[in-house]
């Protein structure tokens, strides 16, 4: 399959611009990089629609200078994603990288090889969330991480000492994605379910990973309340700073607690307790 490149020329990177990435993955672009001020965004040449992305640019013509397209044959589409994924270093004990990149001496060594879908680790919102894993107790705990992407928390999960983890995802492209790394992580404990909220198993966890944005949270919420128990901890992520307090307005009237927050570039973390 030929994939198209249309890398957008910024005029800076400004927290909108996650929103216009949202609103194209929509219309079927399914990788994103960032170089300076390029954004490169990549789609299956069969699923381009140039009337529908135009239209969506035109809302963001204060922030996009130009954009160009280029078309990569599917036997160089790997060696392309390969060429600027670099490994995540989450903490002293913790890097994401890929197959192709050197072996790390860290105690945690998680591989998740660049494909056609969202979730390599570079994001600031699944950055904030695994290093917080690391301050959470998560030995033979139960786990949804909802909105799991390509199961990079979901394995890292596992990896802290869960003793179950339900990811529930409902990219499809992430989800076979998903499968790959955790064969490739030797994972035993991780059930991939394709799927929104109605789609969360009829339990209640310890923990609850949910890493979506501001609007799937409100709409989603009642799902999420359901699969807590009292003493549950849930870490959201997925959206702004300035969306901190709405989400803190509904979760503290549904009985949450807020323990802490915190933040990278604008996007935030929030924790909260049953």
């Not at 090889?113 to 894993?133: Q, Y």
Request: proline share 2%; glycine share 4%.
């Amino acid at each position: 399959m030929d994939y198209l490149e249309i890398q957008f020329v910024l005029k800076e990177r400004v927290p909108i611009i996650d929103l216009f990435i949202q609103e194209i993955a929509d219309l079927g672009f399914d990788a994103f990089q960032e170089k300076h001020n390029i954004l490169s965004s990549y789609i299956a040449l069969i699923n381009y629609n140039e009337k529908k992305l135009q239209g969506i640019v035109d809302n963001y013509s204060n922030y996009i200078i130009s954009f160009k397209s280029l078309i990569h044959p599917h036997k160089n589409w790997n060696k392309k994603w390969e060429s600027n994924f670099e490994p995540i270093i989450i903490n002293q004990d913790c890097q994401i990288r890929a197959s192709f990149h050197q072996p790390s001496i860290k105690k945690y060594d998680i591989i998740i090889n660049p494909e056609m879908s969202f979730g390599t680790g570079h994001h600031e919102t699944t950055r904030l969330i695994a290093k917080d894993l690391f301050k959470q107790d998560l030995k033979n705990k139960t786990i949804l991480d909802f909105g799991s992407g390509t199961a990079i928390l979901s394995i890292l999960a596992e990896k802290l000492g869960a003793k179950e983890v339900d990811s529930v995802e409902i990219d499809e492209n992430a989800n076979k994605n998903a499968y790959k790394n955790l064969a490739t992580n030797n994972c035993k404990v991780i059930k991939i379910i394709s799927g929104e909220g109605k789609n969360i198993p009829s339990k209640k966890y310890d923990f609850l990973f949910v890493n979506i944005n501001r609007n799937i949270i409100f709409k989603e919420f009642t799902n999420i309340l359901n699969a807590m128990k009292k003493n549950s901890i849930v870490l959201f992520s997925g959206f702004f700073e300035s969306d901190v307090d709405y989400i803190k307005s509904f979760s503290i009237k549904s009985g949450l607690k807020i323990l802490y927050s915190d933040l990278e570039n604008e996007w935030a973390l929030l924790v909260m307790k049953k």
